[in-house]
């Protein structure tokens, strides 16, 4: 019997040890995170691989007018809502800045007058605080976000094929370790989404065309309209020249109604073809490579023929797919302190005299 009292009276203190342990940790480490690399200004703050708060403010209503991100009015932008931004992932955090023990931001690539704004004031604050300072690749950030500890995330293990799916980048790159990657293959050209988002503006949609060309492809025959699938020798894409056969297919139609008529055939039919660009390369890589595991990020990794088509090819050819939650896929700052709190359980920090870099290389 009382063998039966110390053993329970043990196992009490080794719990509560591990209670009071885990507490002393989860406030060691509180990552404030900013993300600035194109339109959308966004902090989050962490703490281990859990998200206490992830806000964005969109710039999308300051660059309608133009069909497209001006980089002089994102940098003016970021201005304005950094400050109200972070503010606002603190007290949704409910942490002071004086708990905070880091900061990550991203450091590239984007748009130089962008990140030049997240730079300075990760900076500044960092030295305000004395804390340490964490510079994150944004393509990177896109790829270990399926290691935030969300109820709807399932991590996958190394090695794994990740590709990024975005309006600035199309990449495949092969991840052996949280920042040992290799670029596999990538557009020589635009981006997928720069593909959705340049179409959907000779259809009159307005900026980003890409969500909805996405709604309106679930009403279309996406058989309808057939446009030229390009298949690069090697691990390249192009989608360039998608791009160029549907504005001069748009262009030659002779009736003035062919687009609101065909709307969403057109859409469907152009959404199937830039997710079959993709899906052959994925496709290629994962025989050659012998690949088991293929990790989406990135804002297309929103889309829904994107998402069904990589699903159902998995499953038929016995691959696990991770596709990331839609709050994770366009910019976030969250990604970005997933990303930093790897590097800050490695010490790898930073330096302040360490600047933005528009063409960040993996
Ligand atoms: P970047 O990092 O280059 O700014 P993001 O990762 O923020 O790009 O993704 C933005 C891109 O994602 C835009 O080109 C937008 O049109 C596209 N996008 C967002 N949702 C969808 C969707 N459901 N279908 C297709 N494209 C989408
Ligand atoms: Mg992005």
Known sequence: MIDKILYLVLMLIVYFCNVINNLILSKKDIIL????????????ILTGRKVLSNCIANQNLIHRAYGGV???????AHQSKIIPVVSQALSKAKIDKKELTAIAYTQGPGLLGSLLV????????????DIPLIPINHMIGHLLVHFIKDKNIKSPKFPFLGVTLSGGH???????????????GASIDDAIGEAFDKCGK???????AGPKIDKLAKTGNSSRFPFPICNLNGYNVSYSGIKTAFINF?????????????????????????TQIILKKIEKVVKDYRINQIVIGGGVAANSEIR????????????????????????????IGIAG????????????SESAQARLKL
């Open 308 to 335: 069904d088509q990589l699903e159902s090819y998995a499953k038929s050819n016995g691959n696990k797919i991770f596709l990331p939650p839609l709050y994770y896929t366009t910019d976030n700052a969250a990604m």
């Open 33 to 44: 995170a900013i993300e600035s690399s194109c339109d959308d200004t966004a902090a989050a």
């Open 170 to 184: 199309t990449q495949l790159v092969l991840v052996k370790k949280y920042f040992e990657m290799e670029l596999i």
């Open 250 to 274: 748009i262009h030659n139609q002779k009736d003035p109604n062919f687009i609101s008529e065909n709307l969403s055939d057109l859409c469907a039919s152009l959404q199937f073809t830039l």
């Open 341 to 352: 709190y790897y590097k800050l359980k490695q010490k790898n920090y930073g330096t302040l």
């Open 202 to 208: 000779k259809l009159g949609l307005s900026y980003p």
């Open 118 to 129: 997240g730079n300075a004031f990760a900076k500044s604050l960092a030295i305000a605080l």
């Open 70 to 76: 001006v980089p002089e009015l994102a940098s003016r």
